[in-house]
């Protein structure tokens, strides 16, 4: 097999950008498959260099198209026809909203189980799909950030993902095919302009590139101007962050809104990134942050997106996992062991054994109450908890430990006097172990 290079149109030899020896780590190289034409020269060029790392392939089946296991299959012979070890792996696409994106999000997260720490992750992402990129996020008004186009290199599960290809075009991956008698799969979801990338590769960057011959190298550099200018707002919208954000997760308003709009939106993306969130879109953003201007103390604008949830609770904005049914549970315990709770509900322990306890501990429900004063009548606890100015949302999740049919402590926080005698009898201490025991201020 020929270790010959591909050439541009000028006759200088392109390669892949970052050189293998530079990439991070020292684990294994996994290659995004499709078999196309991309990744059909990405990995041809990988086995001509013939790594010493570990290096497999990973097709991902998406299942959109009858025709879909016949090119899995495909893939599969053309890798190992490389001596490439190849894995097909099927996802269930949501039918629902964006398919594009629903199959996005599907073949990252099952790349993501292969990358473990000092491994990276290789995708066939080229020139012409930065301009896609670009061209995209300006129809849906994204700001320095999203018009960064494709990143070439990033965190990626316990690694990095990394895109070699960025510095080539198109038709030098074709080229570089026809070369090397590279055969390659064609996916006809690709042809379907219905699809917004489709439009714009098929319909307009074609007459784009007539009238202005160089449109996808200055998108490019355009890209690369926005992603500097992101990085230095995303390092100063940290720093914000860093000085006002409160647990858990929550944006206190008073210091969120003495930021100008454009800063105070990029501090929310920031805040979402930080907890593993893709932030919401940008527009629905910009009306979430109008409502929060313009709406009566007494109202909670909430905005829903795929990955989150954002609403307004009291003096904050807080970041919650997407809305969701929650599930009643009940669990029996006898205090000798630690005691793991239902997400996000944490988990109970004593500081030592205590005696033979029979407890049940449960979820929220309706109707309970709770003494907390030897003298004084049980209250309700929603009522305590709302008074602790813990979120509605999070009350159903904080513990109930029940003994003897009767409610005698609410997590670790407020305990039956006649309960909280018997532990000191005993010399052990309760202790619940969660975020959600960070909220409120009782």
């Known amino acids: 097999?020929?270790?010959?290079?591909?050439?541009?149109?000028?006759?200088?030899?392109?390669?892949?950008?970052?050189?293998?020896?530079?990439?991070?780590?020292?684990?294994?190289?996994?290659?995004?498959?499709?078999?196309?034409?991309?990744?059909?020269?990405?990995?041809?060029?990988?086995?001509?260099?013939?790594?010493?790392?570990?290096?497999?392939?990973?097709?991902?089946?998406?299942?959109?198209?009858?025709?879909?296991?016949?090119?899995?299959?495909?893939?599969?012979?053309?890798?190992?026809?490389?001596?490439?070890?190849?894995?097909?792996?099927?996802?269930?696409?949501?039918?629902?909203?964006?398919?594009?994106?629903?199959?996005?999000?599907?073949?990252?997260?099952?790349?993501?189980?292969?990358?473990?720490?000092?491994?990276?992750?290789?995708?066939?992402?080229?020139?012409?799909?930065?301009?896609?990129?670009?061209?995209?996020?300006?129809?849906?008004?994204?700001?320095?950030?999203?018009?960064?186009?494709?990143?070439?290199?990033?965190?990626?599960?316990?690694?990095?993902?990394?895109?070699?290809?960025?510095?080539?075009?198109?038709?030098?991956?074709?080229?570089?095919?026809?070369?090397?008698?590279?055969?390659?799969?064609?996916?006809?979801?690709?042809?379907?302009?219905?699809?917004?990338?489709?439009?714009?590769?098929?319909?307009?960057?074609?007459?784009?590139?007539?009238?202005?011959?160089?449109?996808?190298?200055?998108?490019?550099?355009?890209?690369?101007?926005?992603?500097?200018?992101?990085?230095?707002?995303?390092?100063?919208?940290?720093?914000?962050?860093?000085?006002?954000?409160a647990p858990g997760p929550c944006l206190p308003l008073e210091a969120l809104c003495k930021l100008e709009p454009f800063h105070r939106a990029e501090v929310i993306r920031r805040w979402c990134l930080r907890h593993d969130r893709t932030p919401p879109p940008g527009q629905r953003l910009d009306e979430f942050m109008r409502q929060i201007d313009h709406a009566a103390a007494d109202r909670q604008p909430i905005l829903d997106w795929e990955e989150g949830r954002l609403q307004r609770h009291g003096a904050g904005i807080w970041l919650r996992s997407p809305a969701r049914a929650q599930v009643a549970w009940r669990l029996r315990w006898d205090g000798a062991d630690v005691l793991q709770l239902p997400e996000p509900s944490g988990s109970l322990r004593f500081s030592a054994p205590p005696p033979r306890f029979e407890l049940s501990v449960r979820s929220g429900s309706n109707g309970e109450r709770l003494r907390l004063h030897p003298n004084s009548g049980r209250r309700p606890v929603k009522k305590i908890l709302a008074e602790a100015g813990v979120p509605p949302w999070q009350r159903n999740e904080w513990p109930r430990i029940w003994r003897d049919n009767r409610l005698v402590a609410l997590g670790d926080r407020w305990l039956d006097p006649a309960f909280s005698r018997l532990l000191q009898e005993h010399g052990v201490q309760l202790f619940w172990h969660s975020e959600l025991r960070r909220h409120g201020h009782a």
């Open 1 to 245: 097999m020929s270790s010959k290079k591909p050439e541009t149109d000028t006759g200088q030899a392109r390669g892949l950008d970052p050189c293998l020896a530079a990439w991070p780590g020292a684990g294994s190289i996994v290659v995004a498959f499709s078999g196309g034409p991309d990744s059909a020269c990405l990995l041809h060029l990988l086995a001509e260099q013939n790594p010493t790392r570990p290096l497999q392939a990973i097709h991902i089946d998406h299942g959109l198209d009858r025709g879909s296991r016949q090119r899995a299959a495909r893939a599969k012979e053309m890798a190992e026809a490389l001596d490439i070890p190849c894995r097909v792996e099927r996802v269930q696409v949501r039918r629902s909203g964006s398919i594009e994106a629903n199959a996005r999000h599907a073949r990252y997260e099952v790349l993501m189980r292969y990358i473990g720490s000092g491994d990276v992750l290789l995708t066939a992402h080229h020139a012409d799909d930065v301009a896609e990129t670009l061209l995209l996020r300006l129809l849906r008004g994204s700001g320095p950030g999203g018009l960064g186009g494709i990143p070439g290199q990033r965190r990626f599960g316990g690694g990095h993902l990394i895109r070699p290809l960025l510095g080539w075009r198109r038709e030098e991956i074709q080229a570089y095919l026809d070369r090397h008698q590279v055969i390659s799969i064609r996916d006809p979801a690709n042809d379907l302009v219905s699809l917004d990338r489709n439009f714009l590769r098929h319909e307009i960057l074609p007459l784009l590139r007539g009238r202005f011959p160089g449109c996808v190298q200055a998108f490019n550099r355009t890209a690369r101007l926005n992603r500097a200018a992101g990085e230095v707002l995303a390092q100063l919208a940290d720093s914000d962050l860093e000085r006002i954000e």
